[in-house]
């Protein structure tokens, strides 16, 4: 039976891979981050209580800053396969706090690879590295390949860069089987409530509820290539059972901005938006409803906002991947289109915000 570790498995793409790679009939261990309320949401449903014998999902405590802890886990474990997809992801949080960015983004990846090589395990434990369309960020070519050179533009950005790299070195220095997968954006019900997409979709389903009135955007006109990251986990581990290790573009191809992802939403809920003014105005009112079926909208309200604390500092105005060389290589095409992707993220918001009308009505009774 082959082992993996994921680190980050408490995250979107790491509670799919878990789930992955426990029906492919591995044992999965996660590194989990301690913290001070429970942050095990996403993996909650493939846990398996560690008293129980064979148990094959087991969770570590640890952290991408802490290299005795890695080395621990790593020599304990002595996986077949470590996914490293821990990170501090958020772009713009990352020009906030720079240094610890660097410090688990960057640092983590050379942590881990100096992990295997310090164990002698570089000739048995594969190794895949989470790196990000954002290295490409002020595009030099459209659509952007593998050869496409970088221009990071962020803290985040610049950290992942050198895990790129070190990955690279690796593989050339030590002959280690290291890979880089160059993800673009993907996104499911499970992503983080403040990555673009899932707050849109979370923000709308609120709104079309009652329970929130305005949504505040920063640059709508963003273009990104979203895919679903159920489609972009199995591509992770297709890249480990390669005969030789190499490095892939994983994205859809296509294109569209924050407002057409907003557009989809809000026709998904029922609700049409009007667009005031082009472009960015930031104290403008962008999105008006016209008709809607929501209680306790009016048409003419306004919904959504531009607020300028949204903008980043550098922006990446345009991605969009080229993955044809995972098509013709591995054989991997994505199954799900963004506009299915929306409307999934939709649908699930859409639950969540009824469950909490309820459970308001519920309270608001109790009180009466
Ligand atoms: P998430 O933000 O959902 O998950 C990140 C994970 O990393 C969480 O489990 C988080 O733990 C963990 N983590 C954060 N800091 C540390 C640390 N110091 N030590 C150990 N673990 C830590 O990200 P995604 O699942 O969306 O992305 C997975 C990886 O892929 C990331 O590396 C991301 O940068 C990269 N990527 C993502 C893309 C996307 O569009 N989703 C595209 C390209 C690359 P906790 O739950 O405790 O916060
Ligand atoms: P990104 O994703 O920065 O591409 O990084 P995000 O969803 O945060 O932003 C996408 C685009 O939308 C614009 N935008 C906003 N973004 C957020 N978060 N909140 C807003 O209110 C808002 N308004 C407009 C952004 O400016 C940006 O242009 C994600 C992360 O998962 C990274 O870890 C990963 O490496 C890349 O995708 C590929």
């Not at 999902?57 to 304990?76: A, K, M, P, Q, V």
């Not at 070519?141 to 690796?170: D, L």
């Not at 591509?235 to 290790?245: R, T």
């Not at 959504?304 to 993955?323: C, H, K």
Request: net charge negative; with cysteine; hydrophobic share 40%.
């Amino acid at each position: 039976m082959k082992k993996a570790l994921i680190t980050g498995v408490t995250g979107q793409d790491g509670s799919y891979l878990a789930e992955f790679l426990l029906e492919k009939g591995y044992e999965v261990h996660g590194i989990k981050r301690r913290a001070s309320s429970f942050n095990t949401q996403r993996v909650d449903h493939i846990y398996q209580d560690p008293h129980i014998d064979n148990a094959k999902f087991i969770l570590h405590y640890g952290d991408l800053t802490d290299s005795s802890n890695l080395t621990r886990i790593i020599s304990e474990v002595r996986p077949d396969e470590v996914y490293n997809l821990g990170a501090q992801s958020h772009v713009a949080v990352s020009f906030e706090a720079p240094e610890y960015t660097a410090d688990v983004d960057a640092m983590g990846a050379l942590r881990l690879l100096e992990a295997i090589r310090f164990l002698g395990l570089e000739k048995k434990t594969k190794f895949y590295q989470a790196s990000t369309s954002e290295l490409y960020g002020l595009v030099q070519e459209t659509p952007q390949t593998e050869t496409t050179p970088f221009h990071p533009r962020s803290p985040y950005a610049v950290a992942k860069m050198y895990a790129y790299w070190i990955t690279v070195n690796y593989r050339e220095a030590y002959g280690m089987y290291a890979c880089n997968g160059i993800l673009f954006n993907h996104e499911s019900p499970r992503r983080g409530e403040t990555f673009v997409t899932r707050k849109i979709t979370r923000g709308l389903a609120n709104i079309a509820q009652g329970l929130e009135d305005c949504l505040y955007m920063g640059n709508i006109d963003a273009l990104r290539d979203w895919g679903h990251a159920k489609d972009y986990v199995r591509m992770q581990w297709m890249m480990l059972q390669q005969d030789k290790p190499d490095d892939f573009v994983i994205a859809t191809g296509k294109q569209y901005s924050v407002r057409q992802f907003i557009v989809w939403s809000a026709e998904h809920l029922g609700l049409t938006l009007r667009f005031e003014g082009e472009g960015i105005d930031e104290t403008a009112s962008i999105a008006a409803i016209q008709g809607n079926n929501a209680p306790g909208l009016e048409v003419g309200d306004v919904v959504l906002r531009i607020d300028p604390r949204y903008f980043r500092p550098a922006e990446v105005e345009t991605l969009l991947g080229d993955p044809a060389k995972a098509k013709r290589e591995l054989g991997w095409t994505p199954e799900i289109s963004a506009q299915e992707m929306c409307a999934e993220m939709v649908e699930e918001d859409l639950k969540e915000a009824r469950r909490a009308v309820v459970i308001k009505a519920h309270e608001a009774g109790q009180k009466a």
